[in-house]
């Protein structure tokens, strides 16, 4: 083989071919990345809202929790303060004094409608099956499992 042969088979690609496919490649790299970004960006920002509407919802009022030993009721009454949030499903859980805790489904336990509406309120009279007092009273939406109502029975 002569030099000129061997110069004709070792040549590569133009350069300007080389420039086309390394921006070609440049811009498909970017174009992934922003649509990834903007799914994520997205995903977030719905999680947030959803936060925000949970915050403050759910409380209890003070006023009305009432603990009667003959009967080992607890009566209270629970309000969804916000205007564009259904509280679903509310579970309760009372703490006692000898830090047993027991769980109950005010929907089932209770008579309560699954769903408080919009600025709702909801009668309780949750039976504990326990003469002793609970000493604290927690309340959280399967909707909304970030944000609990806490209050210690008077």
């Known amino acids: 083989m002569n030099n000129r042969t061997k110069s004709r088979l070792m040549k590569g ?3 300007l071919i080389a420039s086309v496919v390394l921006i070609a490649v440049t811009l498909a790299i970017a174009g ?6 903007v799914q994520f960006v997205g995903q977030k920002g719905s999680n947030i809202l959803k936060q925000s509407d949970c915050l403050g919802a759910l409380s209890v009022d003070l006023d009305y929790i009432k603990f009667n030993p ?6 209270f009454i629970i309000r969804n303060s916000k205007n564009n949030i259904e509280l679903d499903s509310i579970k309760a859980f009372l703490t006692y004094e000898d830090a047993t805790i027991k769980d109950f489904d005010l929907t089932t336990c209770c008579n309560v409608s699954a769903t408080i509406k919009p600025l709702g309120v909801a009668s309780v009279a949750l039976p504990t099956g326990r003469v002793d007092k609970p000493a604290k009273l927690e309340l959280v939406a399967t909707n ?3 944000y609990k109502a806490q209050v210690f029975v008077p």
């Open 32 to 37: 992934i990345l922003t649509t990834w970004s």
């Open 70 to 75: 003959q009967t080992q009721k607890l009566a």
């Open 13 to 15: 690609i133009s350069p």
């Open 144 to 146: 909304c499992p970030d």
